[in-house]
């Protein structure tokens, strides 16, 4: 069973807000939602993580519900340059009885000018 | 500060040989993780650590072995390398939460190719 789900790909324009919605509907009640970001390539890169309601930083903004069934990222005034694959990560508990790292799909953002 | 660093960069295997893919950090993580990204496709966990002498095994293990005999290190071993394993393999790491709240630094990649 697939622990996220995310749109496959997206497209914007430069200038404009780009929300990416990602569903985790069996998140457990001590997992964080984590989002990375990955350019053709490289390794994917760390962008935000959050447990609930709201988390900001430089570079997007992290939207939790309270049911926190879903999360939404939010990059402000794309550009260019922010034309990568983003992928949204819940744990999964191991047999170490630590969390483990899952990577979904992924969601495939297009910035055009 | 090196962060995570992978040899080689590049390899080219033909069906049947052995090879190690090596990994190492420098952060003092106590988690680490290798991934296979195929083309167009998204990352696959093939074996996780929490620690020296701790590895469990992830969404795609069968053809791979992983050790962890110190913090630094976690090298990825193919036992008979097949043109199915042809892909760019990440190694990863971070520190290790009671939670699912790592952060996790991802070396440069090898790109393997079998023939």
């Known amino acids: 069973l697939a622990k996220t789900t995310q749109p496959i790909s997206m497209d914007s324009y430069e200038g404009q807000e780009v929300n990416i919605t990602c569903s985790h509907n069996?998140?457990?009640?001590?997992?964080?939602i984590t989002w990375y970001q990955q350019f053709p390539s490289q390794g994917p890169r760390f962008i935000i993580q959050g447990y609930k309601t709201k988390v900001t930083n430089e570079v997007a903004s992290l939207f939790i519900p309270a049911d926190r069934k879903s999360s939404t990222l939010s990059l402000p005034r794309v550009s260019l340059s922010d034309t990568a694959v983003y992928y949204c990560?819940?744990?999964?508990?191991?047999?170490?009885?630590?969390?483990?790292?899952?990577f979904g799909t992924g969601t495939r953002l297009l910035v055009s000018p | 500060n090196a962060g995570v660093t992978q040899t080689p960069k590049f390899q080219v295997l033909k069906t049947g040989q052995s090879m190690t893919l090596q990994c190492a950090q420098d952060?003092?993580?106590?988690?680490m993780s290798w991934y296979r990204q195929d083309p167009g496709m998204g990352l696959r966990l093939i074996h996780y650590s929490v620690g020296a002498g701790i590895t469990d095994q992830g969404e795609v293990p069968n053809g791979y072995n992983v050790s962890r005999s110190t913090t630094e290190d976690f090298p990825l071993r193919l036992l008979s390398a097949a043109p199915s394993q042809t892909s760019v393999y990440f190694c990863a790491s971070s520190y290790l939460r009671a939670s699912s709240s790592y952060e996790q630094y991802f070396g440069p990649g090898t790109r393997l190719t079998v023939t």
């Open positions: 952060m003092n993580h106590e988690y």
């Open positions: 069996n998140i457990a009640t001590n997992d964080y």
């Open positions: 990560l819940v744990g999964d508990m191991g047999n170490t009885g630590f969390q483990k790292l899952v």
